[in-house]
């Protein structure tokens, strides 16, 4: 009969549908940390140890490369970027989704206090031996911004002899840290005195000195400290003589 189905047909049908619905465990199911692929490496590609101002975007991106156990770029796989110290600034995303290359980028902006400081790559979501890469940054002071006095303006002096409190100035960027290495120019300006020199470098504080041999003569002598740029340069210090 031509609606009559054979035993051997019936066989088939009952295999077809009992693999369909009864293996389920044989399905790959998609993995949250790449697809179905497994990961074999996580490492830093590019950005690592830079050298960057506080408070500015460091030159070059963060670049994480990842791959599969067949050393294949592993595309589609979540990554997270994290300060391993909140005072190493900000990212402009803590999360990022490799490329066709195997590739994560992350761009990091510094904090506002020198020192060096780490950003710490993971896979989200990974099972297993977990696997990261880091990457280092040194924060720098910026650019000098503001002069100050570190010692009184005005002190009493003698004729010929030095000044009992030695000039004394600190220079910091906009962030308050102590800039080092800034060139402090000192010039008398009035009472004929001299200076050890001309010019005083700042320390790892911040602050330069010089030593001030007062002229002789009675009265009011002075003596100014000035950097190229900045916030209150000059500074003028003055020196009163009696007699």
């Not at 510094?110 to 890469?133: C, D, F, M, N, Q």
Request: glycine fraction near 12%; proline fraction near 8%; hydrophobic fraction near 40%.
């Amino acid at each position: 009969m031509p609606h009559t189905i054979t035993f051997s047909v019936r066989l088939a049908l009952v295999v077809l549908l009992t693999g369909a619905l009864g293996c389920s465990s044989d399905l790959l199911l998609p993995d949250p940390t790449g697809g179905g692929q497994t990961i074999g490496a996580l490492t830093a590609a590019n950005g690592d140890g830079q050298t960057g101002t506080v408070g500015e975007l460091l030159p070059n991106p963060l670049v994480v490369r990842v791959l599969t156990q067949a050393e294949e770029p592993a595309g589609g796989v979540e990554v997270s970027f994290e300060l391993a110290d909140p005072a190493a600034g900000t990212l402009d995303h803590a999360t990022a989704t490799t490329n066709t290359t195997g590739e994560a980028f992350a761009h990091w902006t510094l904090g506002t206090l020198p020192g060096s400081y780490t950003v710490v790559a993971r896979l989200v979501g990974a099972e297993g031996e977990e696997k990261v890469a880091e990457f280092h940054a040194l924060a720098r002071p910026g650019a000098p911004d503001t002069l100050s006095s570190q010692i009184p303006l005005k002190q009493p002096g003698a004729r010929g002899q030095p000044v009992d409190d030695a000039p004394l100035v600190r220079v910091v960027d906009r962030f308050g840290n102590p800039v080092p290495d800034v060139p402090v120019a000192w010039q008398v300006i009035a009472g004929e005195g001299r200076v050890d020199s001309p010019i005083t470098t700042t320390d790892a504080a911040g602050e330069a000195s010089v030593g001030w041999t007062l002229g002789d003569r009675i009265g009011v002598h002075k003596l100014s400290a000035a950097i190229e740029s900045g916030t209150g340069s000059p500074i003028v210090f003055e020196a009163i003589v009696l007699f």
